[in-house]
Each structure stands twice: as structure tokens, then as C-alpha cells.
């Protein structure tokens, strides 16, 4: 476990480079880069270390490469004032990493066919995991949107690593105008699909998991929630999810996920507290709930 | 220089005063895979109630500038849980116990008092007043009001094991501080911990609605450090052979220096982990450093040596 854990270190910037609305930081982490497996993230300290903006960011791992003995890639775009920081920095300088930290996507024994769904930069973590189905002989087939054509992520890498690769964006700009779900069940018929996976914003995933449901089809989600912490400490970027044993708990993305089995995402009570998970208001749990609590792994 | 970091708290004595704030580390597990969870003087677990507990909506936090805004509502498993699984994994990793305990009323406080302090390898209980009490009309906490305050402390003290510390988290909320913590004294706490976080609210303007869940949250970090100094100074002065562990946007190892020379005898890292998982081994390393080039031999030197230096022209 410990071996596998994430770790802590200062990485040199490699570069910083526009990728159409987005940035690009690869940086020299090879702690980082030999644990790391597809759909893990890192956070990034932003503003130095006196800097009053306290929180790191996270960023899913977009690449990773054995260059300079282990580089780590991920994409932003600038939102505020940590990732307008991060935008600003120049090679050789400083970054305190952590990671890789959540859950990574489960992967099929068997070459199955995959089709990978990204919304925006959420496509981002889907590039590793394409790498690593197609290692094991899997097919993959991309679906990917966003809002206009610069938001559309990678598209040329899309199209070599995947079988088939089709785009959507809300304005029409790029492939076909409207969201991925308008085109996901047409590419599960014809490809075959056997599993999907999914990056981006929580109704994305919520509509990507009902059309993967109709077409019987199991769904991995990646959730995309803000954080404090990262490592499992905080308690603020917890959904509502249901376990095996039927009970609804309020787990955290960042150490319980961010992947999730997507029919197990209660997507309509995100945000809430839902009257029937374990410890809500008025909660009356049984001594068998009870008896499982303790029983469960914690990070 | 061999220099003794141990300090004491009441009947407990720990190898070093950098430990964590309740809230803020879990039980120590998800921290330990940055650092070994035995070094420093204590983990203060995550306050624990009998039930568990879903905690509130989400959005649960907010960055402010040199802090943050939050509001987690507590949750958590429950005490069968917690001593079961989470206070056994800390004791068998070497790690020492400051358990905080949160209730809803005199009679839940009463049992988990009974129930942790009688858990083997426990260094103190922490009271979280910060509750809301179910008597007041107005659905005040318990520490708003040094009476309700003191009951609780009471009921606690009562109810633990004797030899088993109990510190009364205070508030910097409140009219005087100093009546607060002479309460909690007089109703035989053995230490105070301080500061609890302080009610703040940041509204997004593009929304115009408040950026936590519920509108209020509690105010961490750096932020509200000078506030914490502050309470700690007064309440040493006031009582100064009560033990306080001094908390309030810690960072580094001068942070802990500040707190002790005000007069705390430990200092808790609260949260400066969520910024920097290995935080309490760097601000213990950094503390050690900070007293070899004073030429302070002992950790127990510094407590309130601000008091003692004047308060300046």
C-alpha cells in the first residue's frame, strides 16, 4: 500500500505550452510517474509558499512519460487566480506536487471493447486510460464534447489512439452540434461497446450513465468535485453514493474516487444529504449497516 | 544540542508539542502515508459522535484569502466505529490519541466521555463545544455561553476516567474569552485547546448567494492566527498553570514558536494539512531548528515567554 501511496515533492517544470484554451504543465516527477495509473490525479501548491491562496488545485494526469526518468502532464484552464499563477510559470521553476492520489479506473481482464465520453478538460484523464486498454488489446472508441471547437481537447491524438472518434460541441463548431449523449448510444450500437468510460462535469456523467443504463452497458465515472485537501481530510468533496451492500454513504472523490461505478453515483442528490444515507438526520441505521461500517477499508 | 522537546498536558506527556487539530487529520491514517504518524506529539482526531453522522450539503468549503470558509457538519462514523477501526489503526502505528468528542447533549457527552477514556492508549479528550445545545431557545453552541460551557466540561470530567486529561475546545467568538476559559477551569478541565474556527461567510458575487451551504461557515488558516495568538496571550495570563494547546493557522515551525511564547504548551496544525500533507513533520523539524539557534534547551522554556520579555514600548 505505502509503495503504491502518493507522494510529496518539488518538480521542475519541464514546459508550459497552449493547448487551443488550455495549459499544458509537464513537469519532472518520476515518484509520481512510476506509480501513477490512468484516471489518478495530482495537486499543485499555487502562489508559492507564503502565498495567500492556501489551497492546491487538482488536476487530473493527462500523460505521463519516462523522459528525464518520469514526467507528469496536466491541463487547465485559467479560472482564477491559482491557475492564472500556474499559467504564468516558466521551466526549471518549482512546483510542490502530490500524488498520484484517488482511485485509477478499473481495467477489463479481457480485450473488451471500451468507449471513452470526456466533456471539456475532463477528456483529459481518458488519454492514459486509452493507452493502457489498448496495451491490453481492447478497443477504444472516443466520444468527446465540449462547448466550442477550442474546448474540444486533443482531437489528433483522439483519432490515432482510438478505433473511432467522434466530437461534439454545443455551438456546432467542431463535429456534430450538440452534447455527447445526442451521439453516445449510436457509437455503443455500433461498436460494439462493452464498458464506457466517462470525464467531465457531473450532468454529463449523470446523462452519460442513464444512456450507457438503457444499452446495458456498465459505466465508470470520473467526478469532477472541488476539493480542499486531496488526500481524504477534509471532508468537502463528498457525493452521495451506494455501496455494495445497498447503504448510501457520503464518500469522498478524492480517496473513495474520483471513479466511480456510475449506476452507484446518486446524481440527483448530489449536493444534498439524501434522508436514507447513513448518518442523515433522522438516519435509524441497522445493526447490520452498523456491524459493515467498521468493517470497511478507509483510504 | 540535545534539545527536550517534551511537553505535558495536565497528567499526559508528550515527546513533542506539534500535534494535529481535530478536524483537520482524520485519525491520523490518510496523513500517515506522508509521514511517520508516531513522530510527532499527538494526532487530535477528527471530533467523534455516538452516531454517525451524513454531515451537511455540499458546498462544504470556501478559499478566502489566507484561509478558508468551512462547513462539514461533523461527519462521521460514529463512536463504535471509531474504536473499532480508527483508534486502534493510530495506536498500532505509534501514535498517541487526542480524541475530540461532540455531542448533542449532557447525556451523549457523558458516555462517549466514558466510553473513549476507557478505550486503552487514549492521551486526552478534547471537547468539542462547538455544538449546538438543545436547550437554548436560540440554538446557540454550548460554548457560546460559559455556564452551558462549564456543564459540559463538568459532565465530561465526571463521566472520563480520571487520569485521563480533558481539554475544553474554546471559541473566539465569544464576549471574553478569558470568563470562558476560567469557566471551563472551574468545572475541572485540565487544559483548554484554542482556537476553534470563526464564524465567517463569503458570498459569490456572480451568484450573490453565500459560497457554503447554510450561508455561515467556520474560518481557518493563517487568516485568523493573530486572533488565536491573541486568545492564547490573554488566557495564559489570566491562568497560568492551565495547559493550552494553541491552534490557529500554524504553518511553519516560527508559527509554533509564536503560540508557545504566548503561551501555549503545544501547538496544533489545522489547516495547513490540507495544504501540505507533510505539514506537521516540517513544522515539528522546523520548531526543533527554530529553539537549537535560539539555544533553547527545553520546549518547556518557551511557554509564555512573551509575558515574561514585556509587551513592548
Not at chain 1, 492564472?84 to 481495467?107: H, M, N, Q, T, Y
Not at chain 1, 448530489?270 to 461500517?293: M, N, T
Amino acid at each position: 500500500m505505502s509503495d503504491n501511496g502518493p507522494v510529496q515533492i518539488r518538480c521542475p517544470v519541464l514546459n508550459v505550452r497552449r493547448v487551443d484554451a488550455y495549459y499544458a504543465i509537464t513537469v519532472v516527477a518520476p515518484g509520481v510517474a512510476e506509480r501513477f495509473r490512468s484516471g489518478q490525479f495530482v495537486t499543485v501548491g499555487v502562489g508559492g509558499d507564503h502565498s495567500s491562496t492556501l489551497l492546491r488545485r487538482p488536476f487530473a494526469i493527462h500523460d505521463v512519460k519516462p523522459d528525464y526518468g518520469g514526467t507528469v502532464e496536466f491541463l487547465f484552464a485559467v479560472r482564477g487566480t491559482g491557475t492564472a499563477w500556474l499559467s504564468e510559470r516558466r521551466s526549471r521553476d518549482l512546483l510542490d506536487v502530490v500524488g498520484p492520489l484517488g482511485r485509477p479506473f478499473p481495467l477489463p481482464r479481457d480485450p473488451v471493447n471500451c468507449v471513452l465520453v470526456g466533456g471539456g478538460s475532463g477528456s483529459a484523464p481518458l488519454f492514459p486510460l486509452a493507452q493502457a486498454l489498448r496495451r491490453r488489446g481492447c478497443r477504444v472508441d472516443f466520444v468527446l464534447g465540449a462547448a466550442s471547437s477550442d474546448r474540444v481537447f486533443s482531437a489528433i491524438t483522439a483519432r490515432r489512439v482510438a478505433e473511432t472518434a467522434v466530437f461534439t460541441t454545443d455551438d456546432g463548431s467542431f463535429g456534430t452540434r450538440g452534447q455527447v449523449t445526442d451521439v453516445l448510444g449510436r457509437v455503443i450500437e455500433e461498436a460494439r461497446s462493452d464498458a464506457v468510460y466517462a470525464c467531465g462535469p457531473m450532468p454529463m456523467l449523470r446523462a452519460v450513465t442513464a444512456v450507457a443504463g438503457e444499452h446495458g452497458v456498465p459505466v465508470q465515472v470520473s467526478v469532477e468535485e472541488t476539493m480542499a485537501c486531496g488526500t481524504g481530510i477534509c471532508m468537502t468533496c463528498v457525493i452521495p453514493v451506494v455501496g455494495e451492500d445497498g447503504v448510501t454513504r457520503m464518500v469522498r472523490s478524492c480517496v473513495d474516487g474520483p471513479v466511480f461505478r456510475g449506476e452507484r453515483v446518486r446524481f440527483d442528490d448530489v449536493g444534498s444529504i439524501p434522508f436514507d444515507a447513513l448518518g442523515a438526520p433522522g438516519w435509524k441505521g441497522s445493526k447490520a449497516a452498523r456491524a459493515a461500517e467498521s468493517a470497511r477499508d478507509i483510504a | 544540542m540535545n534539545t527536550d522537546l517534551r511537553i505535558r498536558l495536565g497528567p499526559a506527556e508528550l515527546p513533542n508539542p506539534v500535534v494535529t487539530a481535530a478536524g483537520c487529520a482524520g485519525a491520523g491514517r490518510e496523513l500517515a502515508r506522508f509521514f511517520d504518524i508516531s513522530t510527532i506529539g499527538a494526532v487530535t482526531t477528527k471530533s467523534v459522535m455516538l452516531e454517525p453522522h451524513a454531515g451537511r450539503p455540499a458546498p462544504r468549503m470556501a478559499e478566502t484569502p489566507s484561509g478558508m470558509l468551512s462547513t462539514t457538519g461533523m461527519q462521521g462514523p460514529g463512536v463504535d466505529v471509531f474504536l473499532q477501526r480508527d483508534l486502534p489503526w493510530l495506536l498500532s502505528r505509534g501514535g498517541r490519541a487526542i480524541v475530540s468528542i461532540a455531542g448533542t447533549g449532557m447525556g451523549e457527552f457523558g458516555e462517549l466521555a466514558r466510553r473513549v477514556s476507557e478505550a486503552d492508549g487514549v492521551s486526552a479528550i478534547e471537547v468539542n463545544l462547538a455544538c449546538p445545545d438543545p436547550a437554548d431557545p436560540g440554538g446557540r453552541y454550548f460554548v457560546d455561553d460559559p455556564a452551558s460551557a462549564a456543564a459540559v466540561v463538568s459532565t465530561v470530567r465526571s463521566h472520563a476516567r480520571s487520569d485521563v486529561p480533558v481539554l475544553a475546545k474554546l471559541s473566539a467568538d465569544v464576549p471574553d474569552v478569558v470568563e470562558l476559559a476560567t469557566a471551563c477551569v472551574e468545572a475541572r478541565a485540565d487544559g483548554l485547546s484554542m482556537i476553534n474556527t470563526v464564524r465567517g461567510m463569503a458570498i459569490d458575487t456572480r451568484t450573490l448567494r453565500p459560497a457554503v451551504a447554510g450561508g455561515i461557515g467556520g474560518l481557518s488558516g493563517p487568516a485568523i492566527r493573530p486572533l488565536a495568538v491573541g486568545c492564547v496571550y490573554r488566557v495564559h495570563e489570566a491562568l497560568p498553570d492551565v495547559p493550552i494547546v494553541g491552534m490557529g493557522g500554524v504553518r511553519t515551525g516560527e508559527d509554533a514558536v509564536e503560540f508557545m511564547a504566548a503561551g501555549a504548551s503545544a501547538v496544533a496544525v489545522g489547516t495547513t494539512n490540507f495544504s501540505d500533507p507533510s505539514a506537521c513533520a516540517r513544522v515539528l523539524r522546523q520548531f526543533t531548528e527554530a529553539l537549537e539557534s535560539r539555544g533553547v534547551e527545553r520546549a518547556v522554556d518557551l511557554v509564555g515567554a512573551a509575558h515574561r520579555s514585556g509587551v513592548g514600548a
